[in-house]
C-alpha cells in the first residue's frame, strides 16, 4: 500500500515554487513594461480562475471564445452530487428548518419535521461572481485578464447554504470529522460547528478520527463520540480536539475503513495536501459506487489556497504576529543600533508576512518567498539596512519562513506529507548582518525572534470564529444536498462551494504586482533588493 503522498494524481501535484514566476502572466516588479503576447494570454486564461488541465487553450480569433471560456469556466466548476452516480437518487425535504433548532432526541418514526414558514433556503442555481473588478488593461495592478483586451468575463461558482432538498436521510448518516496538517487557529471552531450543524439536520452518530489520516490506519486510535454537549466549549482553546498529523495510510485504505466504519459523510479539515487526499477519497469513493459525500473545510494560516477571499486562521495568525512584531520593534528601539528580526510561517507564500508588516507599521524590510532579493551588493538587504541605521539608528525586519532559500544551503529533507523542510533563514540573515556591520566596523545589536507555533496554536479571534462559523455550517449543507469532493470558501465576502481540484491546483501565492505587495512596500518604504 503506498502512502498518501503517493497517491496523488498528476493533475494535483502541487507545483514547486518559483519566485522568478509572475503568477498572473505579468510581469515582477522590477522588470521592463508588459508586451502583450499570445503565450502570457494562454498562461493568464489558467491563472485567471485556477489553473486546470480540463482547460483547452483559447483561440481568441474565435468570435464566441467568450461564450467557449465561460462553457469550459462552468464545467470546471461544476460541483460533483451524488446524482451524477446514482441517477436514481431520490431527494427529501430538508430537515434543516426553523423548527429544529434544538438537537433531535427522537427518531424520525413519525415523519420529518417540516417548516411551512422556513423559506431560508439556497436555491441550487444561485451563483456568487469569482472576479468583482474589471481591469481595463493587463497593465493595471494586480491584474488578471483572459484576452489581451482585458474583457470582462462572467464566471460564476455556487452559492453555498441549505438546501431545500436533501439527499441523505439523517438516521442513516454516519459523520466523521477528520483534521489534518499542521495547527490553525480555528479548528475546533469549525469541528463544533459541523457538529452542532448535524446534529440540527438529525444526525446522531457522529465521530472524530484521532490524528488526521493517520487515524483511519492506525488501530491503536479509536473514533472519538462526538455531540454538541462534547464540543460545547472547544473553540475556547487552540489546537484541535481531534489531533492532527502528516503522512498516513494510502486512499485505499482510507476507504476501506470509511466501509468499515459506515461512515457516509465525511468533513476534512485542512491544506493543500488534505484536500488533495479529500479528493482522491472522493473519486476512490465515486469508484467504489460509495453514496458518500466528502466536504473539505480549507484550513491554513499561509492562506495558500486559491480563489478565496482567506482562510480560516489566518486573520488569527496575522494578529498574534503582532505581538513577536511589537516586541522586535521595542527590542531594535531601545538598544543602540538595535535591529529585530521577526521570522513568520509561510512555507511557499508570504501573505502572513506581508500582512503583519502591514498592520503592524512596524517593519522596515519584509522578505517574502514570491519576490526575490540580493542579500548584499549595493542595492542588497543589508545596504539599506546600513541606510536604516545611520539615518533611524534601528530597524526591524520581517522575514517569511520560505524566503532566501537560495541562500541556505539545500538539505532534502521532508515531512511525512512529502513537504520540504526550510532552512532557517531568520537565523541566516541574523549572522550575515553580525558579519557584516562587523567588516564596515559599525556595532549593531541583533534580537531574532521566531514565535513559530505561537501564532498557530491559539484560540480563533472574533473574525475567525465567525468565519468558521459559516464554514462548518456550509460544509454540513453541502454533504446534505448531496455534494461530494466539494470545499468551502468565501469569496468577495459571500459564502461558496468549489470542486477541490480548482482550489489546489498550485499553492496560491502573493502577486509582486498587486496593490497588496505595492501597499506593503509604501508602509515599509522598502526598496527593491535587486
Ligand atoms: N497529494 C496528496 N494526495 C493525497 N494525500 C496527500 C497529498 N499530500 C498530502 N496528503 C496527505 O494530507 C495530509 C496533510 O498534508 P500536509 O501535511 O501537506 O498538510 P496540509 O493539508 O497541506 O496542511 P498544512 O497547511 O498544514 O501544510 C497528510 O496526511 C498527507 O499524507
Ligand atoms: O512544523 P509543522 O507542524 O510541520 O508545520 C510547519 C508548517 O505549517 C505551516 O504553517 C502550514 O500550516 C507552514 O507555514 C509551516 O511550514
Ligand atoms: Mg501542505
Same mark, same amino acid.
Given at each position: 500500500?503506498?502512502?498518501?503522498?503517493?497517491?496523488?494524481?498528476?493533475?494535483?501535484?502541487?507545483?514547486?515554487?518559483?519566485?522568478?514566476?509572475?503568477?498572473?502572466?505579468?510581469?515582477?516588479?522590477?522588470?521592463?513594461?508588459?508586451?502583450w503576447?499570445?503565450?502570457?494570454a494562454?498562461?493568464?486564461?489558467?491563472?485567471?480562475?485556477g489553473?486546470?488541465?480540463?482547460?483547452?487553450?483559447?483561440?481568441?480569433?474565435?468570435?464566441?471564445?467568450?461564450?467557449?471560456?465561460?462553457?469550459?469556466? #462552468?464545467?470546471?466548476?461544476?460541483?460533483?452530487?451524488?446524482?451524477?452516480?446514482?441517477?436514481?437518487?431520490?431527494?427529501?425535504?430538508?430537515?434543516? $428548518?426553523l423548527?429544529?433548532?434544538?438537537?433531535?432526541?427522537?427518531?424520525f418514526?413519525?415523519?420529518?419535521?417540516?417548516?411551512?414558514?422556513?423559506?431560508?433556503?439556497?436555491? +441550487?442555481?444561485?451563483?456568487?461572481?469569482?472576479?468583482?473588478?474589471h481591469?481595463?488593461?493587463?497593465?493595471?495592478?494586480?491584474?488578471? $485578464?483572459?484576452d489581451?483586451?482585458?474583457?470582462?468575463?462572467?464566471?460564476?461558482?455556487?452559492?453555498?447554504?441549505?438546501?431545500?432538498?436533501?439527499?441523505?436521510?439523517? !438516521?442513516?448518516?454516519?459523520a466523521?470529522?477528520?483534521?489534518?496538517?499542521g495547527? $490553525?487557529?480555528?479548528l475546533n471552531?469549525?469541528?463544533?460547528?459541523?457538529?452542532?450543524?448535524?446534529?440540527?439536520y438529525? =444526525?446522531?452518530?457522529?465521530?472524530?478520527?484521532?490524528?488526521?489520516?493517520?487515524?483511519?490506519?492506525?488501530?491503536?486510535?479509536t !473514533?472519538?463520540?462526538?455531540?454538541?454537549?462534547?464540543?460545547?466549549?472547544?473553540?475556547?482553546?487552540?489546537?484541535?480536539?481531534?489531533?492532527?498529523?502528516?503522512?498516513g495510510?494510502?486512499?485505499?485504505?482510507?476507504?476501506?475503513?470509511?466501509e468499515?466504519?459506515?461512515?457516509?459523510?465525511?468533513?476534512?479539515l485542512?491544506?493543500?495536501?488534505?484536500?488533495?487526499?479529500?479528493?482522491?477519497i472522493?473519486?476512490?469513493?465515486?469508484?467504489?459506487?460509495?453514496?458518500?459525500?466528502?466536504?473539505?473545510?480549507?484550513?491554513?494560516?499561509?492562506?495558500?489556497?486559491?480563489?478565496?477571499?482567506?482562510?480560516?486562521?489566518?486573520?488569527?495568525?496575522?494578529? #498574534?504576529?503582532?505581538?513577536?512584531?511589537?516586541?522586535?520593534?521595542?527590542e531594535?528601539?531601545?538598544?543602540?543600533?538595535?535591529?529585530?528580526?521577526?521570522?513568520?510561517?509561510?512555507?511557499?507564500?508570504?501573505?502572513?508576512a506581508?500582512?503583519?508588516s502591514?498592520?503592524?507599521?512596524?517593519?522596515?524590510?519584509?522578505?517574502?518567498?514570491?519576490?526575490?532579493?540580493?542579500?548584499?551588493?549595493?542595492?542588497? =538587504?543589508?545596504?539599506?539596512?546600513?541606510?536604516?541605521? #545611520?539615518? +533611524?539608528?534601528?530597524?526591524?525586519?520581517?522575514?517569511?519562513?520560505?524566503?532566501g532559500q537560495?541562500?541556505?544551503?539545500k538539505?532534502?529533507? +521532508?515531512?511525512?506529507?512529502?513537504?520540504?523542510?526550510?532552512?532557517?533563514f531568520?537565523?541566516?540573515?541574523?549572522?550575515?548582518?553580525?558579519?557584516?556591520f562587523?567588516?564596515?566596523?559599525?556595532?549593531v545589536?541583533? +534580537?531574532?525572534?521566531?514565535?513559530?507555533?505561537?501564532?498557530?496554536?491559539?484560540?480563533?479571534?472574533?473574525?475567525?470564529?465567525?468565519?468558521?462559523?459559516?464554514?462548518?455550517?456550509?460544509? =454540513?449543507?453541502?454533504a446534505?444536498?448531496?455534494?461530494?469532493?466539494i470545499?468551502?470558501?468565501?469569496?468577495?465576502?459571500?459564502?461558496?462551494?468549489?470542486?477541490?481540484?480548482?482550489?489546489?491546483?498550485y499553492?496560491?501565492?502573493?502577486?509582486?504586482?498587486?496593490?497588496?505587495?505595492?501597499?506593503?512596500?509604501?508602509?515599509?518604504?522598502?526598496?527593491?533588493?535587486?
Amino acid at each position: 500500500m503506498g502512502t498518501l503522498s503517493h497517491a496523488i494524481s498528476p493533475k494535483l501535484a502541487l507545483p514547486r515554487r518559483d519566485s522568478q514566476r509572475s503568477y498572473h502572466g505579468l510581469p515582477r516588479l522590477n522588470s521592463r513594461p508588459l508586451r502583450w503576447n499570445a503565450n502570457r494570454a494562454a498562461k493568464k486564461i489558467r491563472m485567471s480562475a485556477g489553473t486546470s488541465k480540463r482547460s483547452p487553450p483559447i483561440d481568441f480569433s474565435n468570435p464566441d471564445w467568450k461564450s467557449k471560456f465561460q462553457e469550459d469556466f #462552468e464545467t470546471r466548476f461544476n460541483i460533483p452530487h451524488i446524482t451524477d452516480i446514482f441517477h436514481d437518487a431520490v431527494p427529501i425535504p430538508s430537515t434543516f $428548518c426553523l423548527k429544529m433548532r434544538t438537537p433531535v432526541t427522537e427518531d424520525f418514526a413519525g415523519g420529518y419535521p417540516s417548516d411551512e414558514e422556513w423559506h431560508g433556503y439556497i436555491n +441550487k442555481n444561485d451563483r456568487v461572481l469569482l472576479k468583482v473588478i474589471h481591469y481595463s488593461s493587463p497593465t493595471s495592478a494586480g491584474a488578471e $485578464c483572459i484576452d489581451p483586451d482585458c474583457s470582462w468575463v462572467e464566471q460564476w461558482v455556487h452559492r453555498a447554504g441549505p438546501r431545500e432538498k436533501i439527499y441523505f436521510r439523517p !438516521e442513516e448518516v454516519k459523520a466523521a470529522i477528520v483534521t489534518c496538517g499542521g495547527l $490553525c487557529p480555528g479548528l475546533n471552531d469549525v469541528i463544533r460547528q459541523i457538529v452542532i450543524t448535524l446534529e440540527i439536520y438529525g =444526525v446522531k452518530k457522529i465521530v472524530g478520527i484521532p490524528f488526521g489520516y493517520r487515524g483511519f490506519s492506525d488501530k491503536e486510535l479509536t !473514533e472519538m463520540p462526538l455531540s454538541r454537549k462534547v464540543v460545547q466549549n472547544v473553540h475556547l482553546s487552540g489546537g484541535s480536539l481531534l489531533g492532527v498529523s502528516r503522512g498516513g495510510p494510502g486512499i485505499s485504505e482510507i476507504v476501506d475503513s470509511l466501509e468499515e466504519r459506515g461512515i457516509n459523510m465525511l468533513f476534512v479539515l485542512g491544506g493543500n495536501g488534505t484536500h488533495a487526499g479529500a479528493n482522491a477519497i472522493h473519486n476512490e469513493c465515486r469508484k467504489r459506487r460509495m453514496r458518500v459525500a466528502v466536504v473539505g473545510v480549507p484550513k491554513t494560516i499561509d492562506n495558500d489556497i486559491l480563489l478565496m477571499d482567506k482562510t480560516f486562521g489566518f486573520d488569527t495568525a496575522v494578529e #498574534e504576529a503582532q505581538r513577536a512584531i511589537n516586541s522586535a520593534y521595542i527590542e531594535a528601539h531601545s538598544a543602540y543600533h538595535g535591529v529585530g528580526i521577526v521570522k513568520l510561517m509561510g512555507r511557499s507564500s508570504g501573505y502572513i508576512a506581508m500582512h503583519a508588516s502591514l498592520a503592524s507599521g512596524q517593519i522596515d524590510i519584509c522578505l517574502i518567498p514570491e519576490v526575490s532579493f540580493n542579500l548584499h551588493g549595493p542595492h542588497g =538587504v543589508l545596504s539599506h539596512l546600513k541606510y536604516l541605521i #545611520e539615518t +533611524k539608528g534601528s530597524a526591524v525586519i520581517c522575514v517569511a519562513e520560505g524566503a532566501g532559500q537560495n541562500f541556505l544551503q539545500k538539505t532534502n529533507a +521532508k515531512d511525512a506529507s512529502g513537504n520540504i523542510v526550510f532552512g532557517d533563514f531568520g537565523v541566516h540573515i541574523q549572522q550575515e548582518i553580525r558579519k557584516c556591520f562587523k567588516e564596515i566596523g559599525v556595532p549593531v545589536d541583533v +534580537k531574532y525572534i521566531d514565535p513559530t507555533y505561537m501564532i498557530r496554536a491559539c484560540r480563533a479571534n472574533a473574525s475567525d470564529g465567525i468565519l468558521c462559523t459559516v464554514l462548518g455550517q456550509n460544509a =454540513v449543507h453541502g454533504a446534505f444536498a448531496g455534494y461530494s469532493g466539494i470545499t468551502v470558501g468565501i469569496c468577495n465576502t459571500h459564502y461558496v462551494y468549489l470542486p477541490i481540484p480548482e482550489v489546489i491546483s498550485y499553492p496560491r501565492l502573493v502577486d509582486p504586482n498587486s496593490r497588496m505587495w505595492h501597499r506593503c512596500l509604501t508602509s515599509t518604504g522598502q526598496p527593491d533588493f535587486i
